[in-house]
């Protein structure tokens, strides 16, 4: 299911009110709400709360929802990672031997046998 893209405006960009003002004009407030879709409540000047519409959070909702479903696809997708993330760690663990970075520095200072061929990746 789509939904619409959720957009937000920085804080310092949202019409703002000041909590004595939601007190004595709560319906004013909550007109600029339905207009605006968000509106800051501030306290001495500092940003207190943000009243969302009710559309936008049944918007946000349907979004978390979206992305909770999108989560427990990839969570399912799991297995396949794991068995991934263990063959880079027993061949992480190989590296980190301490007798790894000899082996490597001999095999570096060993002529290169290709017999003819070019040779690459672990299964030629």
Same mark, same amino acid.
């Given at each position: 299911m789509l939904h619409a893209p959720i957009t937000f405006e920085p804080i310092t960009e949202l019409t703002r009110t000041t909590a004595s003002s939601v007190k004595e004009h709560w319906?004013? @407030?909550? =007109?600029? @709400?339905? !207009? =605006?879709?968000?509106v800051v409540v501030t306290n001495h000047n500092e940003p207190q709360a943000v009243i969302?519409?009710?559309? =936008?959070?049944?918007?946000? =909702?349907?979004? @978390? !929802?979206?992305? !909770?479903q999108s989560l427990d696809e990839l969570r399912n997708q799991t297995p396949a990672l794991a068995e991934l993330r263990r063959g880079f760690d027993e061949?992480?663990?190989v590296l980190q031997q301490a007798e790894a970075g000899q082996r490597a520095r001999d095999l570096l200072r060993r002529p290169a046998r290709l017999g003819g061929k070019v040779k690459a990746g672990s299964g030629y």
């Open positions: 319906r004013k @407030v909550m =007109q600029e @709400v339905r !207009e =605006q879709r968000m969302i519409s009710a559309d =936008q959070y049944r918007a946000l =909702q349907a979004k @978390v !929802e979206a992305l !909770e061949r992480l663990a």
